[in-house]
T-cell receptor, first 114, second 110 residues
Framework: KAGVTQTPRYLIKTRGQQVTLSCSPI?????VSWYQQTPGQGLQFLFE???????NKGNFPGRFSGRQFSNSRSEMNVSTLELGDSALYLC?????????????FGPGTRLLVL | SQQGEEDPQALSIQEGENATMNCSYK?????LQWYRQNSGRGLVHLIL?????REKHSGRLRVTLDTSKKSSSLLITASRAADTASYFC??????????FGTGTRLQVFP
């Protein structure tokens, strides 16, 4: 099976713009979760989706949003970008549908905000 | 911060030596997972240990869990240069979020 894919892999934006990142889970996986990784804050949970429903959300401002489609693909959107949003954004999928079990991560999207 | 703590933050060893890294977490858990990340790429799942297990092995990896101390350790035996990476523990907290530790950067010199 193909692994988790994320597009684009690299992105440069300027402050105030918005961005949409995409994640395609492993075939058959219905749970997708998103994480932000920065040198200062480390890996932080953004949100989790299961069967098109957001089940949980981390402590991020409302500028961060996401959704999941019926084919389990997920997108996350960040509006009104700030310099501090520069980060590696990772998504993960799981077969069992719980964060308690093995998560399969994509390669990440590296976002640079200028 | 809800993050778990890992120590050491960085570890440098020679090939063939063992590497031990420790993780502490804050809430009661069902499982604890260990992941590896190579140089800013995605995470790779290494091993999962359940709260009723004290020790688990997978190849050159040995994980221990002490729920009374809310801590876990990952031992990599006979390290190789290819083990150079960052290692993270992760637990699900009481709000059902997956929380990662701060990570240990391991450098294995040939």
């Amino acid at each position: 099976k193909a692994g988790v894919t994320q597009t684009p892999r690299y992105l440069i934006k300027t402050r105030g713009q918005q961005v949409t990142l995409s994640c395609s889970p492993i075939s058959g996986h219905r749970s997708v979760s998103w994480y932000q990784q920065t040198p200062g804050q480390g890996l932080q949970f953004l949100f989790e989706y299961f069967s098109e429903t957001q089940r949980n959300k981390g402590n991020f401002p409302g500028r961060f949003s996401g959704r999941q489609f019926s084919n389990s693909r997920s997108e996350m959107n960040v509006s009104t970008l700030e310099l501090g949003d520069s980060a590696l954004y990772l998504c993960a999928s799981s077969l069992v549908g719980t964060l308690q079990e093995t998560q399969y991560f994509g390669p990440g999207t590296r976002l640079l905000v200028l | 911060s809800q993050q778990g703590e890992e120590d050491p933050q960085a570890l440098s060893i020679q090939e063939g030596e063992n590497a031990t890294m420790n993780c502490s977490y804050k809430t009661s858990i069902n499982n604890l997972q260990w992941y590896r990340q190579n140089s800013g790429r995605g995470l790779v799942h290494l091993i999962l240990i359940r709260s009723n297990e004290r020790e688990k092995h997978s190849g050159r990896l040995r994980v221990t869990l002490d729920t009374s101390k809310k801590s876990s350790s990952l031992l990599i035996t006979a390290s190789r240069a290819a083990d150079t990476a960052s290692y993270f523990c992760a637990t699900v907290d009481n709000t059902d979020k997956l929380i990662f530790g701060t990570g240990t950067r391991l450098q294995v010199f040939p």
